[in-house]
Protein backbone atom coordinates (compact mmCIF):
# COMPACT_ATOMS: atom_id res chain seq x y z
CA UNK A 1 0.00 0.00 0.00
CA UNK A 2 1.29 3.24 -1.32
CA UNK A 3 0.94 6.70 0.74
CA UNK A 4 1.05 9.73 -1.95
CA UNK A 5 2.43 12.91 -1.47
CA UNK A 6 -0.18 14.61 -2.86
CA UNK A 7 -4.05 14.28 -4.53
CA UNK A 8 -2.62 14.50 -7.95
CA UNK A 9 -0.32 11.05 -7.68
CA UNK A 10 -3.77 9.70 -7.49
CA UNK A 11 -4.44 10.10 -11.17
CA UNK A 12 -4.99 7.68 -13.42
CA UNK A 13 -3.89 3.81 -13.22
CA UNK A 14 -7.60 3.52 -13.03
CA UNK A 15 -9.53 0.15 -12.84
CA UNK A 16 -10.31 -2.18 -15.67
CA UNK A 17 -13.37 -4.42 -15.15
CA UNK A 18 -14.66 -7.10 -17.71
CA UNK A 19 -18.47 -7.18 -17.47
CA UNK A 20 -20.28 -10.31 -17.28
CA UNK A 21 -23.72 -9.02 -17.05
CA UNK A 22 -24.40 -7.98 -20.47
CA UNK A 23 -25.26 -9.95 -23.32
CA UNK A 24 -22.16 -9.16 -25.25
CA UNK A 25 -22.88 -11.71 -28.49
CA UNK A 26 -19.61 -13.10 -29.15
CA UNK A 27 -17.17 -10.57 -27.57
CA UNK A 28 -15.13 -9.78 -24.15
CA UNK A 29 -16.21 -6.34 -22.95
CA UNK A 30 -13.92 -4.27 -20.44
CA UNK A 31 -14.72 -0.87 -18.93
CA UNK A 32 -12.10 1.13 -17.37
CA UNK A 33 -12.98 3.18 -14.22
CA UNK A 34 -12.11 6.98 -15.19
CA UNK A 35 -14.79 7.55 -12.82
CA UNK A 36 -12.14 6.47 -10.11
CA UNK A 37 -9.89 9.69 -10.40
CA UNK A 38 -10.37 12.13 -7.29
CA UNK A 39 -12.42 14.59 -9.12
CA UNK A 40 -14.80 12.04 -10.23
CA UNK A 41 -13.33 12.12 -14.14
CA UNK A 42 -11.36 11.40 -17.39
CA UNK A 43 -10.45 15.00 -17.32
CA UNK A 44 -8.37 15.26 -13.93
CA UNK A 45 -5.56 13.36 -16.38
CA UNK A 46 -5.64 16.45 -19.05
CA UNK A 47 -5.70 18.79 -16.41
CA UNK A 48 -2.54 17.74 -15.11
CA UNK A 49 -0.72 17.30 -18.03
CA UNK A 50 -2.01 20.61 -20.07
CA UNK A 51 -0.97 22.99 -16.96
CA UNK A 52 2.52 21.24 -16.61
CA UNK A 53 3.32 22.09 -20.26
CA UNK A 54 1.83 25.30 -19.67
CA UNK A 55 4.52 25.81 -17.36
CA UNK A 56 7.12 24.76 -19.24
CA UNK A 57 6.28 26.05 -22.30
CA UNK A 58 6.23 29.66 -20.37
CA UNK A 59 2.62 30.46 -20.74
CA UNK A 60 2.01 30.35 -16.83
CA UNK A 61 3.80 31.66 -14.17
CA UNK A 62 2.95 31.85 -10.30
CA UNK A 63 -0.23 34.11 -9.75
CA UNK A 64 -1.97 33.91 -13.11
CA UNK A 65 -5.57 33.06 -14.08
CA UNK A 66 -6.54 30.18 -15.69
CA UNK A 67 -9.57 30.17 -18.28
CA UNK A 68 -11.41 27.67 -19.33
CA UNK A 69 -14.51 26.84 -21.31
CA UNK A 70 -15.73 23.42 -20.01
CA UNK A 71 -19.16 20.79 -19.32
CA UNK A 72 -17.88 20.59 -16.14
CA UNK A 73 -15.68 18.12 -15.25
CA UNK A 74 -12.83 18.99 -17.47
CA UNK A 75 -13.18 22.45 -14.97
CA UNK A 76 -12.73 19.87 -11.63
CA UNK A 77 -10.13 18.30 -12.97
CA UNK A 78 -8.55 21.71 -13.62
CA UNK A 79 -9.58 23.13 -10.01
CA UNK A 80 -7.99 20.10 -8.59
CA UNK A 81 -4.40 20.64 -10.29
CA UNK A 82 -4.82 24.87 -10.03
CA UNK A 83 -5.72 24.79 -6.21
CA UNK A 84 -2.78 22.72 -5.74
CA UNK A 85 -0.56 24.73 -7.99
CA UNK A 86 -1.92 28.01 -6.71
CA UNK A 87 -3.50 29.45 -9.58
CA UNK A 88 -6.63 31.36 -10.20
CA UNK A 89 -9.42 29.68 -12.21
CA UNK A 90 -12.45 31.18 -13.99
CA UNK A 91 -14.83 28.56 -15.43
CA UNK A 92 -17.31 28.95 -18.56
CA UNK A 93 -20.04 26.42 -18.14
CA UNK A 94 -23.12 26.21 -20.32
CA UNK A 95 -26.60 25.96 -18.19
CA UNK A 96 -27.37 22.38 -19.04
CA UNK A 97 -24.73 20.84 -17.28
CA UNK A 98 -26.03 19.00 -13.73
CA UNK A 99 -26.45 21.25 -10.47
CA UNK A 100 -24.69 18.83 -8.76
CA UNK A 101 -21.13 19.30 -11.13
CA UNK A 102 -21.65 23.05 -10.71
CA UNK A 103 -21.82 23.13 -6.65
CA UNK A 104 -18.22 20.92 -7.17
CA UNK A 105 -16.64 23.31 -8.99
CA UNK A 106 -17.87 25.49 -6.69
CA UNK A 107 -16.93 24.82 -3.65
CA UNK A 108 -13.54 24.36 -5.20
CA UNK A 109 -13.60 28.38 -5.06
CA UNK A 110 -13.50 28.22 -8.71
CA UNK A 111 -15.13 31.45 -10.17
CA UNK A 112 -17.94 30.53 -12.04
CA UNK A 113 -19.68 32.09 -15.30
CA UNK A 114 -22.94 30.17 -16.53
CA UNK A 115 -23.79 30.99 -19.85
CA UNK A 116 -26.43 29.94 -22.13
CA UNK A 117 -26.61 26.10 -23.71
CA UNK A 118 -28.47 27.40 -26.87
CA UNK A 119 -26.43 29.39 -28.44
CA UNK A 120 -23.82 27.68 -31.31
CA UNK A 121 -20.65 28.82 -32.30
CA UNK A 122 -19.79 32.24 -33.37
CA UNK A 123 -22.53 33.63 -30.58
CA UNK A 124 -20.63 36.06 -27.92
CA UNK A 125 -22.32 33.94 -25.12
CA UNK A 126 -21.33 30.87 -26.94
CA UNK A 127 -19.09 28.94 -24.17
CA UNK A 128 -15.76 29.18 -25.90
CA UNK A 129 -16.05 32.85 -27.55
CA UNK A 130 -16.74 33.39 -24.00
CA UNK A 131 -13.80 32.54 -22.55
CA UNK A 132 -11.71 33.85 -25.53
CA UNK A 133 -12.92 37.07 -24.49
CA UNK A 134 -12.16 36.80 -20.99
CA UNK A 135 -8.65 35.77 -21.78
CA UNK A 136 -8.32 39.02 -23.67
CA UNK A 137 -9.94 41.32 -20.57
CA UNK A 138 -8.34 39.87 -17.61
CA UNK A 139 -4.43 40.56 -17.44
CA UNK A 140 -2.13 37.53 -17.34
CA UNK A 141 -4.13 35.22 -17.72
CA UNK A 142 -4.07 31.90 -19.71
CA UNK A 143 -7.23 30.29 -21.64
CA UNK A 144 -5.84 26.92 -21.59
CA UNK A 145 -8.17 25.64 -24.41
CA UNK A 146 -8.88 22.09 -24.55
CA UNK A 147 -10.63 22.05 -27.83
CA UNK A 148 -7.20 23.28 -29.51
CA UNK A 149 -4.86 22.51 -27.08
CA UNK A 150 -2.36 19.24 -28.00
CA UNK A 151 -1.53 18.71 -24.51
CA UNK A 152 -4.78 17.42 -24.52
CA UNK A 153 -4.50 14.18 -26.94
CA UNK A 154 -0.98 13.94 -25.62
CA UNK A 155 -2.19 13.15 -22.30
CA UNK A 156 -3.92 10.13 -23.84
CA UNK A 157 -1.63 8.95 -25.78
CA UNK A 158 0.96 8.65 -22.86
CA UNK A 159 -0.93 7.49 -20.38
CA UNK A 160 -4.55 6.32 -20.81
CA UNK A 161 -3.33 4.46 -24.11
CA UNK A 162 -0.40 2.57 -22.68
CA UNK A 163 -2.03 1.98 -19.15
CA UNK A 164 -5.61 0.11 -21.28
CA UNK A 165 -2.80 -1.95 -23.17
CA UNK A 166 -1.00 -3.08 -20.50
CA UNK A 167 -4.57 -3.77 -18.72
CA UNK A 168 -5.34 -5.82 -21.66
CA UNK A 169 -1.93 -7.81 -21.73
CA UNK A 170 -2.13 -6.21 -25.49
CA UNK A 171 -5.03 -8.03 -26.91
CA UNK A 172 -7.60 -5.57 -27.88
CA UNK A 173 -9.53 -5.51 -31.19
CA UNK A 174 -11.82 -1.79 -30.51
CA UNK A 175 -11.88 0.89 -28.12
CA UNK A 176 -14.99 2.61 -27.53
CA UNK A 177 -14.77 5.60 -26.87
CA UNK A 178 -17.29 9.25 -27.18
CA UNK A 179 -15.72 12.78 -28.46
CA UNK A 180 -16.09 15.73 -26.34
CA UNK A 181 -13.21 17.84 -26.78
CA UNK A 182 -11.84 15.00 -28.76
CA UNK A 183 -8.73 14.62 -26.97
CA UNK A 184 -9.58 10.89 -25.69
CA UNK A 185 -10.29 9.73 -29.54
CA UNK A 186 -7.34 11.50 -31.04
CA UNK A 187 -4.41 10.37 -28.31
CA UNK A 188 -6.04 6.76 -28.01
CA UNK A 189 -6.26 6.49 -32.04
CA UNK A 190 -3.16 7.86 -32.08
CA UNK A 191 -1.88 5.40 -29.65
CA UNK A 192 -3.44 2.27 -30.80
CA UNK A 193 -2.16 3.05 -34.44
CA UNK A 194 1.78 2.80 -33.13
CA UNK A 195 1.45 0.15 -30.49
CA UNK A 196 -1.56 -2.48 -31.43
CA UNK A 197 -2.59 -1.07 -35.01
CA UNK A 198 -5.42 -4.01 -35.24
CA UNK A 199 -7.62 -1.97 -32.12
CA UNK A 200 -10.38 -0.03 -34.27
CA UNK A 201 -11.86 3.42 -33.03
CA UNK A 202 -15.60 3.53 -32.58
CA UNK A 203 -17.10 6.22 -31.96
CA UNK A 204 -20.03 6.75 -29.50
CA UNK A 205 -22.00 9.65 -30.48
CA UNK A 206 -25.26 11.09 -28.94
CA UNK A 207 -28.16 11.65 -31.37
CA UNK A 208 -28.59 15.50 -32.29
CA UNK A 209 -24.55 15.58 -32.54
CA UNK A 210 -22.86 16.02 -35.84
CA UNK A 211 -19.82 13.14 -35.27
CA UNK A 212 -21.32 10.14 -36.71
CA UNK A 213 -22.93 11.90 -39.91
CA UNK A 214 -19.50 13.45 -40.62
CA UNK A 215 -17.57 10.53 -41.08
CA UNK A 216 -20.37 9.04 -42.54
CA UNK A 217 -20.75 11.82 -45.11
CA UNK A 218 -18.02 13.95 -45.04
CA UNK A 219 -20.70 16.81 -44.47
CA UNK A 220 -21.35 18.72 -41.28
CA UNK A 221 -25.08 18.42 -40.54
CA UNK A 222 -26.77 21.10 -37.67
CA UNK A 223 -26.27 20.09 -34.42
CA UNK A 224 -29.77 19.13 -32.59
CA UNK A 225 -29.62 19.17 -28.57
CA UNK A 226 -29.05 16.00 -26.78
CA UNK A 227 -28.59 15.96 -22.80
CA UNK A 228 -25.98 13.31 -22.30
CA UNK A 229 -23.35 15.41 -20.47
CA UNK A 230 -19.88 15.63 -21.47
CA UNK A 231 -19.65 13.99 -25.05
CA UNK A 232 -21.37 15.07 -28.67
CA UNK A 233 -20.39 18.04 -30.58
CA UNK A 234 -21.74 20.75 -32.85
CA UNK A 235 -17.96 21.43 -34.11
CA UNK A 236 -14.88 19.29 -35.30
CA UNK A 237 -12.50 20.83 -32.45
CA UNK A 238 -9.28 21.39 -34.62
CA UNK A 239 -7.60 18.60 -32.32
CA UNK A 240 -9.92 15.61 -33.29
CA UNK A 241 -8.44 13.31 -36.15
CA UNK A 242 -11.54 11.94 -37.58
CA UNK A 243 -9.73 9.78 -40.25
CA UNK A 244 -8.92 7.51 -36.94
CA UNK A 245 -12.17 6.11 -36.24
CA UNK A 246 -13.70 3.03 -38.18
CA UNK A 247 -17.19 3.10 -37.46
CA UNK A 248 -19.44 5.31 -35.64
CA UNK A 249 -23.10 4.86 -33.23
CA UNK A 250 -25.86 7.44 -32.62
CA UNK A 251 -27.20 6.91 -29.52
CA UNK A 252 -30.60 8.57 -28.27
CA UNK A 253 -30.53 9.75 -24.73
CA UNK A 254 -33.44 7.64 -23.66
CA UNK A 255 -31.33 4.73 -24.64
CA UNK A 256 -28.11 6.10 -22.54
CA UNK A 257 -30.07 7.05 -19.68
CA UNK A 258 -31.58 3.27 -19.61
CA UNK A 259 -28.45 1.49 -20.22
CA UNK A 260 -26.65 3.94 -17.43
CA UNK A 261 -28.60 2.30 -14.79
CA UNK A 262 -28.68 -0.48 -16.21
CA UNK A 263 -25.25 -0.71 -15.62
CA UNK A 264 -25.42 0.01 -11.71
CA UNK A 265 -27.85 -2.03 -11.44
CA UNK A 266 -26.28 -5.41 -12.74
CA UNK A 267 -22.83 -4.62 -12.50
CA UNK A 268 -22.58 -2.26 -9.38
CA UNK A 269 -20.67 0.45 -11.61
CA UNK A 270 -21.82 4.11 -11.17
CA UNK A 271 -21.21 5.96 -13.70
CA UNK A 272 -22.09 9.15 -15.45
CA UNK A 273 -24.60 9.66 -18.49
CA UNK A 274 -21.64 9.42 -21.26
CA UNK A 275 -21.08 5.88 -19.82
CA UNK A 276 -24.46 5.23 -20.53
CA UNK A 277 -24.30 6.10 -24.54
CA UNK A 278 -20.38 4.69 -24.68
CA UNK A 279 -21.82 1.39 -23.06
CA UNK A 280 -24.77 1.32 -25.80
CA UNK A 281 -22.53 1.70 -28.68
CA UNK A 282 -20.20 -0.98 -27.29
CA UNK A 283 -23.26 -3.59 -27.11
CA UNK A 284 -24.49 -2.45 -30.47
CA UNK A 285 -20.53 -3.04 -31.67
CA UNK A 286 -19.88 -6.51 -29.60
CA UNK A 287 -23.49 -8.18 -30.99
CA UNK A 288 -22.57 -7.19 -34.24
CA UNK A 289 -19.78 -9.20 -34.33
CA UNK A 290 -19.28 -12.87 -35.90
CA UNK A 291 -15.79 -13.54 -34.64
CA UNK A 292 -14.80 -13.19 -30.84
CA UNK A 293 -13.41 -9.59 -29.89
CA UNK A 294 -11.92 -7.94 -26.88
CA UNK A 295 -13.65 -4.70 -26.76
CA UNK A 296 -12.80 -1.62 -24.22
CA UNK A 297 -14.79 1.35 -23.17
CA UNK A 298 -14.82 3.83 -20.79
CA UNK A 299 -16.62 5.46 -17.88
CA UNK A 300 -15.67 8.77 -18.19
CA UNK A 301 -17.12 9.94 -14.50
CA UNK A 302 -18.89 9.32 -11.93
CA UNK A 303 -22.61 8.67 -11.47
CA UNK A 304 -22.35 11.00 -8.31
CA UNK A 305 -22.66 13.74 -10.16
CA UNK A 306 -26.22 12.99 -11.98
CA UNK A 307 -28.16 11.99 -8.39
CA UNK A 308 -30.33 14.90 -9.68
CA UNK A 309 -30.61 14.65 -13.24
CA UNK A 310 -30.40 10.96 -14.91
CA UNK A 311 -30.66 9.50 -11.62
CA UNK A 312 -33.72 11.36 -10.75
CA UNK A 313 -37.38 9.57 -12.62
CA UNK A 314 -39.11 12.93 -11.94
CA UNK A 315 -36.12 14.58 -14.31
CA UNK A 316 -36.44 11.99 -16.47
CA UNK A 317 -40.16 12.27 -16.90
CA UNK A 318 -39.77 16.04 -17.48
CA UNK A 319 -37.42 15.26 -20.27
CA UNK A 320 -40.06 13.03 -21.86
CA UNK A 321 -37.29 10.28 -21.15
CA UNK A 322 -39.70 7.80 -19.03
CA UNK A 323 -42.38 5.82 -20.20
CA UNK A 324 -45.17 6.25 -17.50
CA UNK A 325 -48.92 4.69 -17.86
CA UNK A 326 -50.78 7.26 -19.59
CA UNK A 327 -54.71 8.48 -18.55
CA UNK A 328 -55.67 10.42 -20.78
CA UNK A 329 -56.80 13.26 -18.64
CA UNK A 330 -54.99 14.85 -15.77
CA UNK A 331 -52.94 12.67 -14.36
CA UNK A 332 -50.67 12.52 -17.33
CA UNK A 333 -49.71 16.39 -16.23
CA UNK A 334 -48.29 15.42 -12.71
CA UNK A 335 -44.55 15.61 -12.28
CA UNK A 336 -44.58 13.53 -8.67
CA UNK A 337 -47.66 11.49 -8.83
CA UNK A 338 -48.30 10.53 -5.27
CA UNK A 339 -48.60 6.62 -5.77
CA UNK A 340 -45.16 6.39 -7.18
CA UNK A 341 -43.87 7.42 -3.57
CA UNK A 342 -42.09 10.66 -5.39
CA UNK A 343 -44.21 12.98 -4.05
CA UNK A 344 -43.13 15.13 -1.02
CA UNK A 345 -45.95 15.68 1.97
CA UNK A 346 -46.15 16.68 5.62
CA UNK A 347 -49.17 15.65 8.15
CA UNK A 348 -50.89 17.78 9.87
CA UNK A 349 -49.15 17.44 13.53
CA UNK A 350 -45.78 17.32 11.60
CA UNK A 351 -44.17 20.89 12.77
CA UNK A 352 -43.28 23.47 11.05
CA UNK A 353 -39.43 23.17 10.90
CA UNK A 354 -39.90 19.59 9.82
CA UNK A 355 -41.77 21.17 6.94
CA UNK A 356 -39.29 23.71 6.24
CA UNK A 357 -36.34 21.54 6.00
CA UNK A 358 -38.75 19.41 3.96
CA UNK A 359 -38.98 22.29 1.25
CA UNK A 360 -35.52 22.95 1.16
CA UNK A 361 -34.73 19.41 0.42
CA UNK A 362 -36.56 18.74 -2.31
CA UNK A 363 -36.63 22.23 -3.62
CA UNK A 364 -39.90 23.50 -3.72
CA UNK A 365 -41.89 25.97 -2.57
CA UNK A 366 -45.33 24.43 -1.47
CA UNK A 367 -46.69 20.83 0.39
CA UNK A 368 -49.40 18.97 0.45
CA UNK A 369 -50.92 18.74 3.80
CA UNK A 370 -52.24 14.43 3.90
CA UNK A 371 -54.21 12.87 6.79
CA UNK A 372 -54.97 9.02 6.18
CA UNK A 373 -54.21 9.27 2.50
CA UNK A 374 -56.40 12.50 2.02
CA UNK A 375 -55.33 16.28 1.16
CA UNK A 376 -56.49 17.74 3.84
CA UNK A 377 -54.62 21.32 3.29
CA UNK A 378 -51.95 22.92 1.79
CA UNK A 379 -48.83 24.88 3.12
CA UNK A 380 -46.34 26.89 1.40
CA UNK A 381 -43.26 29.40 2.11
CA UNK A 382 -45.75 32.37 2.91
CA UNK A 383 -47.57 30.03 5.67
CA UNK A 384 -44.59 29.56 7.43
CA UNK A 385 -42.69 32.91 6.79
CA UNK A 386 -46.52 34.21 8.56
CA UNK A 387 -46.25 31.81 11.03
CA UNK A 388 -43.25 32.01 12.48
CA UNK A 389 -42.33 35.92 11.86
CA UNK A 390 -40.84 37.90 14.81
CA UNK A 391 -40.91 34.50 17.18
CA UNK A 392 -39.06 31.69 16.03
CA UNK A 393 -39.96 29.58 18.73
CA UNK A 394 -43.30 29.21 16.74
CA UNK A 395 -41.28 26.96 14.65
CA UNK A 396 -42.38 24.26 16.50
CA UNK A 397 -45.85 25.08 15.68
CA UNK A 398 -47.91 22.35 13.40
CA UNK A 399 -48.74 22.54 10.00
CA UNK A 400 -52.43 22.60 10.97
CA UNK A 401 -52.42 25.65 12.56
CA UNK A 402 -51.17 27.47 9.34
CA UNK A 403 -51.86 25.94 6.35
CA UNK A 404 -54.89 26.60 3.69
CA UNK A 405 -57.60 24.39 4.36
CA UNK A 406 -59.56 26.39 1.75
CA UNK A 407 -58.79 24.24 -1.11
CA UNK A 408 -59.68 23.81 -5.09
CA UNK A 409 -59.75 20.12 -5.58
CA UNK A 410 -60.02 19.00 -9.18
CA UNK A 411 -61.12 16.32 -10.84
CA UNK A 412 -58.60 14.26 -12.80
CA UNK A 413 -61.58 13.88 -15.71
CA UNK A 414 -61.39 18.10 -15.61
CA UNK A 415 -59.69 20.07 -18.59
CA UNK A 416 -56.43 21.76 -18.67
CA UNK A 417 -58.67 25.15 -18.87
CA UNK A 418 -60.21 24.52 -16.14
CA UNK A 419 -56.78 24.69 -14.11
CA UNK A 420 -55.78 27.42 -15.60
CA UNK A 421 -57.68 30.32 -13.50
CA UNK A 422 -56.01 28.64 -10.71
CA UNK A 423 -52.48 29.36 -11.65
CA UNK A 424 -53.38 33.37 -12.26
CA UNK A 425 -54.24 33.14 -8.59
CA UNK A 426 -50.81 31.53 -8.01
CA UNK A 427 -52.09 28.48 -6.50
CA UNK A 428 -51.87 25.14 -7.81
CA UNK A 429 -54.28 22.63 -8.86
CA UNK A 430 -54.57 19.84 -6.39
CA UNK A 431 -55.90 16.11 -8.37
CA UNK A 432 -58.07 14.32 -6.51
CA UNK A 433 -61.60 12.31 -6.32
CA UNK A 434 -63.48 11.29 -3.67
CA UNK A 435 -61.81 8.40 -2.74
CA UNK A 436 -57.89 9.07 -3.63
CA UNK A 437 -55.61 12.39 -3.91
CA UNK A 438 -53.25 11.82 -7.86
CA UNK A 439 -50.84 15.07 -6.66
CA UNK A 440 -50.11 18.72 -7.44
CA UNK A 441 -50.26 20.21 -10.95
CA UNK A 442 -47.82 23.48 -10.69
CA UNK A 443 -47.10 25.75 -13.37
CA UNK A 444 -43.73 24.45 -14.26
CA UNK A 445 -45.64 20.97 -14.52
CA UNK A 446 -47.90 22.30 -16.93
CA UNK A 447 -45.35 24.24 -18.80
CA UNK A 448 -43.53 20.79 -19.24
CA UNK A 449 -46.52 19.34 -20.10
CA UNK A 450 -46.87 21.54 -23.00
CA UNK A 451 -43.16 21.24 -23.92
CA UNK A 452 -43.09 17.88 -24.18
CA UNK A 453 -46.45 18.16 -26.52
CA UNK A 454 -44.52 20.22 -28.64
CA UNK A 455 -41.27 18.14 -29.21
C1 LIG B 1 -17.73 12.24 -19.14
C2 LIG B 1 -16.91 12.33 -20.38
N1 LIG B 1 -16.43 13.49 -20.76
C3 LIG B 1 -15.68 13.59 -21.88
C4 LIG B 1 -15.42 12.51 -22.69
C5 LIG B 1 -14.69 12.68 -23.97
O1 LIG B 1 -13.54 13.26 -23.78
P1 LIG B 1 -12.82 14.19 -24.81
O2 LIG B 1 -13.09 15.58 -24.36
O3 LIG B 1 -11.42 13.78 -24.66
O4 LIG B 1 -13.33 13.97 -26.20
C6 LIG B 1 -15.88 11.30 -22.32
C7 LIG B 1 -15.55 10.16 -23.14
O5 LIG B 1 -15.93 9.08 -22.95
C8 LIG B 1 -16.66 11.21 -21.15
O6 LIG B 1 -17.22 10.06 -20.80
Redesign the pocket.
Known amino acids: MTIYNSILETIGNTPMIKLNKFDTGPCELFIKL ?1 SQNPAG ?3 DR ?1 AVVMIDKAEKEGKLKPGDTIIEAT ?1 G ?2 GLGLGLVAAQKGYKLILVIPDKMSPDKIRHIRAMGVDVRLTRSDVQKGHPEYYQDFAARLEKEIPNSYWID ?1 FSNPN ?2 LT ?1 EISTGPEILEQMEGKIDAMV ?11 LGRFFKKSAPQCEMIL ?1 DPEGSILVEMIETGVMPKATGWLV ?3 GEDFVPSICDLSLITKGYTIPDREAFQIQRKLLQKEGIMA ?4 G ?2 LAASLRYCREQTRPKRVV ?5 TGNKYLSKSFNDSWLADQGLLTREEFGDLRDIIARPADTGDIVTVTPSDNLVTTYKRMRMFDVSQLPVLEDGKVVGLIDESDILLGIYKDELKFEKEVSEVMVTELEIIDPSASIDSILPLFKKDKVAIVADNDTFYGLITQIDLINHLRKAAL
Open positions: ESIKIANTQNPHVGVGSSGTVTGAEGIGSSTTLTLAGD
